[in-house]
């Protein structure tokens, strides 16, 4: 019954922002929530994450640069994405885990031009 949407994906300019939102359905708690990125030819990784206690955690590559956010009226999940870069160039998944059993939404394309 978990379903997770993402939307918000397109082409921007190097630089530029974009805003990804996750939107859940058949869910009211979590454990974990986050964004995953990959990009053709590599592994999916994890970009950041927050707990349900309100713990967020950043990926190195996009620290002060992303955003992640949950919003619990909306019940979705969000990422701000700014200053950005041609290597952020991936699908973008949302994920949720909950009791220990992870879901994923069908992923985003986000194309960033340099």
């Known amino acids: 019954q978990v379903q997770l949407v993402e939307s918000g994906g397109g082409l921007v300019q190097a630089g530029g922002s974009l805003r990804l939102s996750c939107a859940a359905s058949g869910m009211s708690e979590f454990n974990v929530m986050g964004w995953y990125r990959q990009a053709p030819g590599s592994q999916r990784l994890q970009v950041a994450y927050i707990t349900s206690g309100g713990s967020v955690n950043y990926a190195d590559s996009v620290k002060g640069r992303f955003t992640i956010s949950r919003d619990s009226v909306k019940n979705t999940l969000d990422l701000q994405m700014s200053s950005l870069k041609p290597d952020d160039t991936a699908v973008y998944f949302c994920?949720?885990?909950?009791?220990?059993?992870?879901?994923w939404g069908q992923g985003t394309q986000v194309t960033v031009s340099s």
């Open positions: 994920n949720a885990r909950i009791n220990g059993r992870a879901h």
